[in-house]
């Protein structure tokens, strides 16, 4: 079976099996109205840090845009589209792309072996890192690949006519008021995702019983770790931290918070950290939640886990971090609100009694309110011949220098959401500089080619080169 041939809704099983995932994303930047789904999810209106694995998946209105980095990789969505994950892990990073159109950074230490971008009507490889465009196409527009830097192969059904290689410099033009040094990487493996926002943030310093930590700056005064966010219910992990400091992703994921010096330091401790929904431990009765005085209904509380701590050492009282927890009323926990602006403030000798729950916290999400997004129904796929069958097609235009890949690099999170704008300027001017930004795409029927097997055996066999 080729890589095109894991369905969405298998991976969507094998996440809800508790399979670990490989690669984590992230929402990283939003513009407009965008909805994001997990599996088994319905879809919300997206927010930045949101998770993103196998079986997410992201839509955009016509005037907005949204950016997931996955590693050190980058993948903006344009206005009215949709982009699913059908597979994220070392191996490869498959991308469903019903509609719309997407551009994709891809950094020199790979966020997969192998990038593979499945289209209505074919299919995309990309093999190299560089910098993409990619359209959907659809019943009355044709797929369109450019290429600015690096390399791509096509199959199922897609020949060299939609395949564009464009100068390097296009990209550059449109991020020519962007400055600035690529930021310093910190003692963590490439995979985890969000570590480029630390330094900017805070300062890296090694302690003589954690090692490397990272202390973040400019805190409010009553900052705490898993304060400054809110909680959404997430399958397949189920309550899963957002945090509000664009720094906040990998400390929210991986590692664990210590008091040091009265100062907030993040431990990352191994060097092959797992990724959870939040390293904390919620406190109270499960399914209930935390009483308290009165009658005005239940809590949810929780603190930080510090470095070497577990759920399960439930029956040792002594927690570091147990007067740090946060508290907020129920009703705020389950709905998914912003935390800091609930909070509660209860005794610490509550806190203190308080059990540690030690198995599911038993607490239903309630239900949100509608965001006003709605998607036309999906027409039926459409099938293709079988033996029809491209041989994957190679373009490999002129390398980027090294300074051209560390600025795109740079200014990658802030392109998709300016070049439009510098496009409509220079339109007159440079009519094929600005295609890569002015090109929108139409609105197109949601032809989703990961719900069609036929599409997915002429991708199979055009990465093997011949007919399935």
Same mark, same amino acid.
Do not use: Q
């Given at each position: 079976m080729g890589l095109f041939g894991l369905s969405l809704a298998a991976a969507s099983t094998a996440l809800a099996d508790d399979t670990p995932a490989a690669r984590i994303g992230r929402v990283a930047v939003l513009s407009g109205a965008v909805q994001y789904r997990s599996p088994a999810g319905g879809w919300s209106s997206a927010l930045v840090n949101e998770p993103v694995a196998a079986g997410f998946a992201l839509r955009s209105r016509p005037d907005a845009s949204a950016e997931l980095a996955i590693a050190d990789a980058r993948v903006a969505l344009a206005g009215n589209g949709e982009l699913q994950i059908a597979r994220l892990d070392r191996d490869a990073a498959d991308l469903v792309l019903p509609r719309g159109r997407i551009f994709v950074h891809l950094g020199g230490s790979g966020a997969a072996a192998s990038v593979e971008i499945d289209l209505p009507n074919g299919g995309v490889w990309l093999a190299v890192p560089g910098d993409y465009a990619i359209s959907a196409g659809d019943a009355q527009t044709p @797929?369109?690949?450019?290429?600015?830097?690096?390399s791509a192969a096509l199959g199922g059904g897609l020949g060299t006519d939609v395949l564009t290689a464009a100068p390097p410099d296009d990209v550059e033009a449109l991020a020519r008021t962007e400055t600035g040094a690529a930021e310093p990487a910190g003692p963590l493996?490439?995979? %985890?995702?969000?570590?480029?926002?630390l330094a900017a943030n805070g300062k890296w310093e090694n302690d003589?019983?954690?090692?490397? %930590?990272?202390?973040?700056r400019?805190?409010?005064?009553?900052?705490?770790?898993?304060?400054y966010g809110r909680w959404r219910y997430l399958p397949p992990w189920g309550w899963?931290?957002?945090d509000d400091a664009e720094w906040g992703f990998a400390?929210?994921?991986y590692g664990a918070w210590e008091r040091i010096n009265d100062r907030w330091a993040w431990v990352p401790g191994s060097n092959n950290p797992a990724f959870t929904p939040a390293a904390v431990a919620f406190i109270g009765t499960p399914g209930i939640g935390l009483s308290r005085p009165g009658n005005d209904g239940a809590a949810v509380a929780w603190f930080p886990l510090a470095p070497g701590e577990a759920v399960d050492d439930g029956s040792d009282p002594h927690y570091r971090n147990r007067r740090s927890a946060s508290v907020v009323p129920r009703a705020v926990f389950a709905a998914g609100q912003p935390v800091q602006s609930s909070l509660l403030d209860l005794p610490e000798r509550r806190l203190d009694d308080a059990p540690v729950v030690t198995g599911?916290?038993?607490? @239903?999400?309630?239900?949100?309110?509608g965001s006003g997004f709605v998607a036309a129904a999906a027409p039926s796929p459409v099938a293709q011949d079988a033996r029809v069958v491209s041989v994957p097609l190679v373009v490999k235009p002129a390398a980027a220098t090294a300074t051209s890949s560390a600025r795109?690099?740079? %200014?990658? @999170?802030?392109?998709i959401h300016n070049v439009l704008a510098h496009a409509a300027r220079a339109s007159s001017h440079r009519p094929h500089a600005v295609r890569l930004a002015l090109a929108r795409p139409r609105a197109a029927p949601s032809t989703s080619a990961v719900h069609s097997p036929h599409n997915r055996r002429h991708l199979a066999a055009a990465r093997r080169g011949g007919v399935q």
């Open positions: @797929a369109r690949v450019e290429v600015f830097a690096g493996p490439p995979e %985890v995702t969000g570590d480029d926002r003589d019983t954690f090692g490397s %930590v990272w202390y973040p400019d805190l409010p005064d009553n900052w705490a770790p898993y304060r899963t931290w957002i400390p929210s994921h599911a916290l038993g607490i @239903a999400p309630s239900a949100e309110g795109h690099k740079l %200014v990658f @999170a802030r392109l």
